[in-house]
Nanobody
Framework: QVQLVESGGGLVQAGGSLRLSCAASGTIFRINAMGWYRQAPEKQRELVATIASGGSTNYADSVKGRFTISRDNAKNTVHLQMNSLKPEDTAVYYC?????????????WGQGTQVTVSS
């Protein structure tokens, strides 16, 4: 089995910072791509940031310049440093990992961690 566990969520005032972490366990395979998604109440889940095994990153326009994604390939972990937080960042944040075996893609999701940004 593969399990992803998020941590680091909480309540913070606008302008503050949080650092989310996601640790993968239960697999001997290195996760090829990892990312963060978020889902606010009554809204669809959206991509926040992704990072490939080689370190290439991609960010949603709404978080560029404020959020930074990073990973530790040896530990199959991914982090999301969130600065200058805004109330609209409030959501449940989910970690996603993708394992590639030839043409096969296997996606795994964490349980989510709540981030609440107050005015």
């Amino acid at each position: 089995q593969v399990q992803l566990v998020e941590s680091g969520g909480g309540l913070v005032q606008a302008g503050g910072s949080l650092r989310l972490s996601c640790a993968a366990s239960g697999t001997i395979f290195r996760i090829n791509a990892m990312g963060w998604y978020r889902q606010a109440p009554e809204k669809q889940r959206e991509l926040v940031a992704t990072i490939a095994s080689g370190g290439s990153t991609n960010y949603a326009d709404s978080v560029k310049g404020r959020f930074t994604i990073s990973r530790d390939n040896a530990k199959n972990t991914v982090h999301l440093q969130m600065n200058s937080l805004k109330p609209e960042d409030t959501a449940v944040y989910y970690c996603k990992g993708t394992i590639a075996i030839d043409s096969l893609r296997l996606d795994y999701w964490g349980q989510g961690t709540q981030v609440t940004v107050s005015s």
